[in-house]
């Protein structure tokens, strides 16, 4: 896919255009670089890691949860559990996306799913649980509650029943 535009959010059609069977609310695309090939010639495992960190700065900003230049007044975004699964390699050159949700949350935590796509299969998951903290570290800070309404009408999560 030569036409695609790196590094923006790809329209629901530009996602199924590169396999991908049912759009996400956030899809970045990019290519392989040199620079993240291991001596085989294999994406190495860690790039993998900072293409998930790229998509998920670009989806914080996206769903309203931060612009990453109040640090007075805007969560603390942490990352309180991870799980990856390496699924299928990837090389050089190869362009793929990286589509992001959340699935999951509660009232100062939620669960985000992340994959990398490229030829039309996934080659990588990361689900995370990710924490809101009171800017100044005090304690955990209730997700704001368009953020919370995003989580509905765009990722499509379930209404929480403990959640505020």
């Given at each position: ?61 996206h ?76 304690g955990r ?23 505020p």
């Amino acid at each position: 896919m030569t036409d695609v535009p790196f590094l923006t959010p790809l329209s629901p059609n530009q996602q199924r255009a590169f396999g991908l069977t049912e759009p996400w609310p956030l899809a970045l695309a990019d290519r392989v670089r040199f620079a993240e090939l291991d001596p085989l010639n294999h994406v190495n495992n860690v790039a993998y890691l900072i293409w998930f960190e790229g998509a998920r700065v670009t989806y914080f900003k996206h769903v309203g949860l931060t612009t990453y230049t109040a640090p007075d007044s805007e969560p603390r975004i942490v990352i309180r559990r991870g799980e990856i699964d390496w699924l299928q390699e990837m090389r050089a050159d190869e362009e793929y996306v990286v589509v992001t949700r959340t699935v999951d949350y509660r009232t100062t935590s939620f669960t985000l799913r992340q994959e990398i796509w490229s030829g039309g299969t996934v080659r990588a998951a990361f689900t995370c649980v990710i924490v809101l903290l009171m800017p100044d570290g005090s304690g955990r800070m209730p997700i704001p509650e368009p953020v919370r309404d995003r989580f509905h009408a765009v990722d499509g999560v379930e209404r929480r029943v403990d959640a505020p």
